[in-house]
């Protein structure tokens, strides 16, 4: 079967950095995405890997490793908008998106 | 990037009463659009596929005839939930992504139904 785990909730200091983990498991893999979502609104795109290795992108950074169907999001800096879920989402064989339930992620000052 | 619109952010309706909901690509051409139900502290769960000019793909356990789904046009999906109860009462999403492939989704701003 297709899953997606991710840690329920985090908490991380402001200024701080703090690494969010997905393990996934596909039928056929054509990539894992990183979504935002505060409180009571859609979720936006933060990225895209689907080579092996790190992307990174201002603050934040996404890595993958394919072989073991592993991703991280790396945020940098902390700030309080940070509060918010971050969700995991690979693409399996077909192009369809499987969901992980999301990291909650909480900043305090 | 591109533009996906829903409409309305928030509805409360009564129980027994139907509600519809429109997704819009505003910028952009879609073909096929998702809608995604979502409970507190859950993740996103799909609905069902909206395919332009055809039926839509329904997720198992997705009840069609309750959930009736209309994608008459390039940039318009529509949800509509019949019959509403209050279990209905959660987060709905529509997304749509540019092209086919490999491509980002953008989300509509979703809509809070509740229903009393």
């Known amino acids: 079967g297709q899953n997606i785990d991710q840690p329920t909730e985090m908490t991380a200091t402001e200024g701080a950095i703090v690494q969010i983990n997905c393990t996934y498991q596909?039928?056929?893999?054509?990539?894992l995405f990183w979504y935002q979502q505060h409180a009571g609104e859609a979720p936006t795109f933060l990225s895209y890997?689907?080579l092996d290795g790190l992307e990174e992108k201002g603050r934040f950074s996404s890595f993958l490793s394919r072989s073991k169907g592993y991703s991280y999001l790396l945020l940098k800096e902390l700030q309080m908008k940070d509060s918010a879920s971050y969700l995991c989402?690979?693409?399996?064989?077909?192009?369809?998106?499987?969901w992980g339930a999301g990291t909650k992620l909480i900043i305090k000052p | 990037g591109a533009v996906v619109s829903q409409h309305p952010s928030w509805v409360i309706c009564k129980s027994g009463t139907s509600v519809k909901i429109e997704c819009r690509s505003l910028d952009f051409q879609a073909t096929t659009m998702f809608w995604y139900r979502q409970f507190p502290k859950q993740s996103l769960m799909l609905m069902a596929t909206s395919n332009e000019g055809s039926k839509a793909t329904y997720e198992q356990g997705v009840e069609k005839d309750k959930f009736l789904i209309n994608h008459a046009s390039l940039t318009l999906s529509t949800l509509t939930v019949t019959s509403a109860h209050p279990e209905d009462s959660s987060f709905y999403i529509c997304?749509?992504?540019?092209?086919?492939?490999?491509?980002?989704?953008?989300f509509g701003q979703g809509t809070r139904l509740t229903v009393v």
């Open positions: 989402a690979g693409m399996d064989s077909n192009y369809q998106l499987i």
């Open positions: 997304s749509a992504r540019v092209g086919a492939g490999v491509t980002e989704a953008f």
């Open positions: 596909t039928s056929g893999f054509n990539g």
């Open positions: 890997n689907v």
